[in-house]
């Protein structure tokens, strides 16, 4: 069975520029989530989707991250415009059922310059 | 939700158990105890979960005294492909925390050398 899978695995932006990242979760998988790790800092939980609707997006950042799932299935993470504090590495992960395991992607390396 | 301290980093040699103590002092009586892994460049991934006394599965163990506030996790025999950073969360709702999403602290890093 196919893993939680994200592209691109590393994408390096200018300031000002528009990134979109995306992950395919495990098929089945209701829920998905969006985590992030900036330099030095822990990882810190970004939004939580049950199929298409958001259900928590308590830890986005401002109003430059906008994510979607249309359809409820693979899931956007868009940022516009970019800046500099905005690098680190983004983490995706999905679940069957709220309350059990879930399955983390490799991340996307973001590096904005 | 309670706060985990963990040392920031150890060192072991390949054979070794190593033993990564959590410090839980604020855990609630509905509260788990859940340690994920991460290898350089994978997203974390769960390893074990337990509320009390002793859980062991393939991969590691978990030690929690009789008052919580702190749990062991133990690995046995510790290989290279074990270093990693390990993760300790203290959460209300088996495997998660708050109903979904995951709290992480700033975690373990382990270093096994040859």
């Known amino acids: 069975e196919a893993g939680v899978t994200q592209f691109p695995s590393h994408s390096v932006i200018e300031k000002g520029q528009t990134v979109t990242l995306r992950c395919d979760p495990i098929?089945?998988?209701?829920?998905l989530y969006w985590y992030r790790r900036v330099m030095g800092k822990e990882i810190k939980f970004l939004l939580h989707?049950?199929?298409?609707?958001?259900?928590?997006e308590s830890g986005m950042p401002n109003n430059r991250f906008l994510a979607e799932r249309t359809g409820g299935t693979y899931s956007t993470l868009k940022v516009q415009p970019a800046e500099l504090e905005d690098s680190g590495v983004y983490f995706c992960?999905?679940?069957?059922?709220?309350?059990?395991?879930?399955?983390f992607g490799q991340g996307t390396r973001l590096t904005v310059v | 939700l309670a706060k985990t301290t963990q040392p920031i980093s150890m060192d072991s040699y390949e054979g070794q158990e190593v033993n990564i103590t959590c410090s839980h002092n604020?855990?609630?009586?509905?509260?788990?105890i859940t340690w994920y892994q991460q290898f350089p460049s994978q997203g974390p991934r769960f390893i074990i979960q337990?509320?009390?006394t002793k859980v062991t599965n393939e991969v590691a163990s978990l030690f929690i005294p009789a008052d919580r506030k702190s749990s062991t996790l133990s690995l046995p025999r510790v290989s290279l492909s074990d270093t990693a950073v390990y993760y300790c969360?203290?959460?209300?709702?088996?495997?998660?925390?708050?109903?979904?999403?995951?709290?992480f602290g700033q975690g373990t890093e382990l270093s096994v050398k040859p």
């Open positions: 969360l203290v959460g209300g709702i088996p495997i998660y925390n708050q109903g979904g999403k995951l709290i």
């Open positions: 337990g509320y009390k």
């Open positions: 992960a999905s679940s069957y059922k709220k309350g059990t395991e879930a399955f």
């Open positions: 098929s089945g998988h209701d829920n």
């Open positions: 989707f049950v199929k298409e609707s958001k259900q928590d």
């Open positions: 604020n855990i609630a009586t509905n509260d788990y």
